[in-house]
């Protein structure tokens, strides 16, 4: 037996920002539930198995680092990407890394740390 991410789940307090923000980044559509909560969803150019994101209102903040975050591939340059996610109102973020990593570390607008690879995962 084997387990797949099958939903990446996300506490926030702004939802309309984060909505907007993660749908944006990710090229996924928007599904808002009559509970306050939002479910993204991958379009069909995505790839098979393209995990969902639910954006779970929450009446409190982030406190501290991220303890699992996202690490995302760009489907072209990542360079590119890094500039398109600071555009939509990501921020970079210092975790502690050297400089010399094959990733860039960012943060979403409320905070939570995620990372563009430079390549596939290795």
């Known amino acids: 037996m084997a387990l797949h991410v099958a939903q990446y789940t996300l506490d926030v307090t702004d939802l309309d920002l984060m909505a907007g923000f993660w749908s944006a980044a ?71 890394q050297s400089g010399d990593e094959g990733f860039v570390v960012l943060a979403d607008p409320e905070g939570n740390e995620f990372c563009v690879l430079d390549g596939p995962p290795r």
């Open 26 to 96: 990710l090229g996924y559509r928007v599904e808002r539930g009559a509970d306050g909560n939002a479910k993204l969803h991958p379009t069909p150019d995505r790839p098979a198995g393209a995990p969902t994101v639910w954006l779970q209102a929450s009446g409190t903040g982030k406190r501290g680092k991220n303890r699992l975050h996202l690490d995302l591939v760009a489907d072209s340059d990542p360079r590119a990407e890094v500039r398109r996610l600071l555009a939509l109102g990501a921020r970079r973020a210092d975790v502690g």
